[in-house]
């Protein structure tokens, strides 16, 4: 699961001209360590919700892959 | 309604109840405005435009001649659109169309409509983009030109 959440932040990233993530780190933050702005935050929670089934932003906007990853091992 | 100061209304304009007009807001003739409008400060409206309820026009935005603007839309500010490709050669002969904006569509701060184009409804347009095609239902479009980037997840819809 781990890996095709990297995937998807680094398809998002890699789209938008942004520096790409080698290891995923439950501590990095999608704004403020990855550069995700509004728009990328978009499209990486369709393209999970499509992956997962899951709405990562159901009950607000989470900011910390850790915080992603608990939310789809919860489904 | 209430009509603050400056405001500048040619004729055969309809305004109806609680629309907000904001300082120095000129609205050229054939207007129609639903009820519960924001026109906020500086905005300029060109002839035969329509203007749905609880829509909302943010500071500085300039609405073209022959635009039709849905329910429930946010024209952010600076927003700006045009009418005719052919910067007037013609007159203002039937070519002559501004954008048409559906309900629920969002346009981010200095977006750009160019002339004759639909936006769907739920759709954002992002900031600075320069929209110059039609835009489908529920979608994200960013650019220049604008380019559909994703459908609009959940917790930015509007309705």
Redesign the interface.
């Given at each position: 699961m781990e890996n095709k959440i990297k995937e998807i932040i680094n398809i998002v990233l890699e789209k938008n001209n942004k520096e790409t993530v080698k290891e995923l780190n439950k501590e990095l933050s999608l704004r403020d360590d990855l550069g995700m702005d509004s728009?990328d935050l978009?499209?990486l929670?369709?393209?999970i919700?499509d992956e997962f089934g899951v709405?990562i932003?159901?009950d607000?906007?989470v900011d910390k892959v850790g915080e992603i990853i608990e939310k789809i091992s919860k489904r | 309604m209430c009509i603050s100061a400056n405001v500048i209304i040619y004729n055969n304009i309809s305004i109806n109840k609680n629309t907000l007009i904001g300082d120095n807001v000129s609205i050229f003739s054939n207007v129609n405005i639903g009820e519960s409008v924001l026109i906020s400060r500086n905005v300029t409206i060109n002839s035969d435009v329509e203007i749905g309820d609880n829509t909302r026009i943010m500071d500085n935005s300039h609405i073209t001649g022959r635009t039709k603007i849905g329910k429930n839309v946010f024209i952010s500010v600076g927003v700006t659109m045009a009418n005719d490709n052919l910067f007037g050669k013609n007159g203002y002969d039937d070519e002559v169309k501004g954008p048409k904006i559906n309900d629920y569509v969002s346009i981010g701060v200095g977006a750009i409509l160019l002339p004759n184009i639909e936006i769907g409804e739920g759709s954002i347009v992002a900031a600075g983009s320069v929209v110059n095609k039609n835009v489908p239902e529920n979608v994200i479009v960013s650019g220049n030109p604008a380019k559909v980037i994703t459908r609009v997840p959940k917790y930015m819809r509007r309705k």
């Open positions: 728009l978009a499209e929670t369709v393209r919700e709405d932003f159901e607000g906007i | -």
